[in-house]
């Protein structure tokens, strides 16, 4: 299929860090993803906590089963948009790889530790890991990731940050945060499919964890008329296959409402424009409608699954193995592995081990370094 003018082209990449010469069977862009795929950080995706806690259930979603979900969406999209199928799955595959264990809950006690020394942020995190904290090639650090993948994996960045990488990498991923131009529409199909994987996903792992009940959907605008449209053609319907229904529906219409939205702004461009979506604003986005539904869903998933009472207690929890961890590392550095402390004593080291950890090996080495067990 040919790719749309405006979709990025692996022929016009920006280029990667350390020039490296094509292959003939593979475009820059599926490179990219394959050497994702086959990255010590994705494989440790699968241990890591989404919203619910590792350990707590085996059906619920991780964030290597989020990142399939969110690159099966893109896929979908970039397809009927004639976009750059190979670029998003990269993008999309990466766009977590530096979330630390324990969700959130990780990244804020991880962001506390690090507040004299720069922070912790994950986004940034997850290019740290593509540029410099793999190791698996003899010539560079990193998996020397093409510009365009690199700028979909940094999807947010405050202006801060954006200056510090702007010193060490002049005119690289962070500039867009300062002259505030938007990126490839790769990177912008990623961002909404992120957000729709979970809120779709959150949903369903929030009555799987019994937090939700369907009944509380009810009101959503995002979600009822799917859910009665269903309950027409199937009155006796219920419980679980009823949820898995009606968010199917919901998804496939939050598809096509990209598709169209995004369509219709592509057209409304001249060719010449449309060539330069980076001086656009963002393109890929739903319809006024749609966005506000989708606000909403978001907002009930804070108030009533993120907050709820069970999920802040594991929380909690999940920040105190994180400050110990950090704690005990920073005072015995001789703990660290032979690879780690070999990068010098600093706080920056520590936070890298720790981000890096899955959920299980995060709590036994807690368990190992302070002699009390969070989860028995
Ligand atoms: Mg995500």
């Known amino acids: 299929m040919t790719l749309a003018p405006y979709a990025s082209d692996p022929q016009h990449t920006r280029g990667r860090r350390y020039p490296e010469a094509a292959t003939a069977h593979r475009s820059d862009f599926q490179r990219d993803s394959d050497r994702v795929v086959h990255s010590s950080a994705f494989r440790r995706l699968v241990y890591k906590t989404q919203v619910f806690l590792n350990h707590e259930g085996d059906l619920f979603r991780t964030r290597l089963t989020h990142s399939l979900e969110v690159a099966q969406l893109a896929r979908s999209i970039a397809r009927a948009l004639r ?3 190979d670029l998003v799955e990269a993008i999309a595959l990466a ?4 979330h630390t264990p324990f969700g959130h809950a990780g990244q804020t006690a991880l962001n506390d530790c690090m507040k004299a020394h720069g922070g912790f942020e994950h986004n940034l995190q997850s290019l740290r890991v593509v540029d410099e904290l793999e190791q698996r090639y003899p010539a560079y650090d990193g998996l020397n990731l093409c510009f365009e993948t690199r700028e979909g994996i940094l999807k947010h ?3 801060h940050h954006a200056r510090a990488l702007e010193v060490v990498q002049p005119g690289g991923v962070g500039r867009r945060f300062l002259d505030r131009s938007s990126p490839s529409l790769e990177a912008q199909l990623c961002n909404l499919a992120d957000e729709m994987a979970y809120n779709a996903h959150d949903v369903d792992d929030g009555v799987r964890s019994g937090l939700l009940r369907l009944e509380q959907l009810e009101g959503l605008p995002l979600f009822d008329p799917f859910r009665r449209a269903i309950l027409a053609e199937y009155p006796s319907l219920g419980g679980r296959r009823l949820l898995y229904e009606s968010l199917r529906r919901m998804l496939s219409a939050q598809v096509h409402d990209v598709i169209e939205t995004t369509q219709a702004a592509l057209s409304r ?3 010449e424009q449309a060539k330069q979506v980076r001086q656009q604003p963002p393109l890929v986005r739903f319809s006024t409608d749609m966005a506000l ?3 909403e869903l978001k907002r009930f998933l804070i108030n009533h699954l993120y ?4 999920v802040v207690a594991s929380t909690d929890q ?4 994180v400050y110990d961890l950090f704690a005990a590392y920073s005072q015995h550095p001789s703990e660290l592995p032979p690879e780690y402390a070999a990068r010098g004593q600093s706080p920056r ?3 890298d081990y720790i981000a890096g950890m899955t959920d299980r090996f995060a709590a036994g080495e807690h368990a190992r370094l302070t002699g009390r067990a969070t989860w028995a």
């Not at 766009?95 to 530096?98: A, C, E, P, Q, S």
């Not at 999940?318 to 193995?321: E, L, R, T």
């Open 269 to 271: 461009l001249t060719p």
């Open 95 to 98: 766009h977590d790889l530096g």
């Open 293 to 295: 539904r989708s606000d």
């Open 157 to 159: 960045c405050s202006v």
């Open 349 to 351: 080291v520590v936070a």
């Open 318 to 321: 999940a920040q105190q193995v």
């Open 83 to 85: 976009l750059n199928e």
């Open 307 to 310: 907050r709820h009472p069970q």
